[in-house]
């Protein structure tokens, strides 16, 4: 970035909406799902229809608890919904329920890692629950849009910043450990490819010690954190070539134009928007119990800071491999369940981060959907660290075990995979391996250290891999020195 | 119209910016007849204003009594795609049609 050392700071706020992910959606009892054929999950509650009420999903509610809880807000005690007033063919009936004066939480506060390893609070100013809109589809070709509705009344949790974010990279950190959070909540896909995570940030520069914002410029078609970024540094620099030519930021909405990488102006429409909120008065007021708050901040799972710390402190790993360990709660959870079995922090760390991605990435799946048990990893790591199988041998057993779902124990008998740890079973194979290489064991005896090497290697060949490699290296020095 | 000498609380401005909010294209000989008439809704409700309301506190909802109605997040049997888009001005099988929006 260039702006670091110039005569202007960047001030930036963001707006995340999160799509919860509940059975139904927010007031009706329609499935709220992704991907469904065009108005097939609609009823009278969300298209509007006359006549009609919305009731709240008591599910909604308590996730969007679990969230504010999560980023420090306060969780408000008397809650109401409200009509947001406005006029567009995704929006049934011409207005949205959403939460104006009376929102969920207010005044949270999430801490931003920075690129130097301090970090921030950033404000959160407040989160609110609102129904989704639905889908408008264009076709150049026709005089006319279709509308698809499934997607009107999918719950949506907005989560609005302050206006703390100094910098782009800080707005991409931000929304990296909002992400994280949420996703570790279980209450959203956190998808931004399919919308169940979605951004719009706004950006305004002012002279350095200056107390007031300057005009902001909100950014929208932001698909991705590292549009965000991009479309930030890009409002950044343009911003400041204005200004330091003397000109005036317009406050506006622009768009950002991912292939060209620039913003454009949208079109202002004339005059600002009056929404005209009011208390909704099909939805009476919710009265949230300090019992049910409690009740909820107790049942919060270890959150991905904390979690971090606890791995450090109890299994001794290095920051690079907790960060791996912790990015999904699932791999969290199996690294410690495999653990509990075999006791043995940094090989499971290994064996998850190496073979169990390795095969993840190959199946694109999860932990859930792989069928490897816990037991079963511990099974395997336990026969190879104990010298039952090789190593080789045991990655082998993995893999049979994840297609066959065959106990690790029975994979090893049925394909002899079990390691020669017997010494008078080697006994005849080192024998032999020292008479045939002659050479090579006069070299290691004229002390020519490397010939050891090769040597086990001959004894692995001769027993078709299933000599314990370090007693063969130990049987092989002790016959060669003793002459 | 009698009471000449009140002061409007609906200027003509008032119902041109209403009218188009809600999208309604008004003539403008009826914007006089409008605007009486709103003012005389918002005139009758402004009697609320000598209504004493020191210590009693605000009310969001008319049902005073009636709190926390939640569903539990069960799946109902939506419309059929047919049902849906029945009273649609304007549809095709799948989707709601409407005049093109950019
Ligand atoms: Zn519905």
Redesign the pocket.
Known sequence: MNTKKSKYETVVGLEVHVQLSTKT?IF???ANGFGADPNTQ??P??LGQPGSLPVLNRTAFESSIKVALAINCDVQEIVKFDRKNYYYPDLPKNYQISQFDMPIAYDGHLTVPGEDGSSRDIGITRAHLEEDAGKLIHDEKKPFSYVDLNRT?TPLLEIVSEPDIQSPGEAYQYLVILKHIIKYLDVSDCNMEEGSLRCDANISLRKRGDKELGSKVEIKNLNSFKAVRDALLYEEERQEDILSEGGRIEQETRLWDEKRGITSSMRSKEGAQDYRYFPDPDLVPFEVRSGLVETIRENLPELPVKKIERFAEQYKLDKKDIEVLVSERPIADFFEKVNTECNNPKVVSNWIQGEVMMHLKDKATNIEGLGLSAKALAVIIKLASGGTISGLAAKDVLNTHIDTGDDPEVIIKEQGLEQVSDEGELDVIVNKVIEVNEKSANDYRNGKVNALGFLVGQVMRESRGKANPKLAGDMLKKKLERK | MGNKTKKKIITAEDVRYVAKLSRLSLDEDKIGKFQEQLDGILGYIAQLDEVNTDGVLPTTHVLSSMKNVFREDELRE?LTTEAALKNAPEADEHFFKVPKII
């Open positions: 959606k009706c009892g329609c609609v009823c509650v969300c009344g | 939506s």
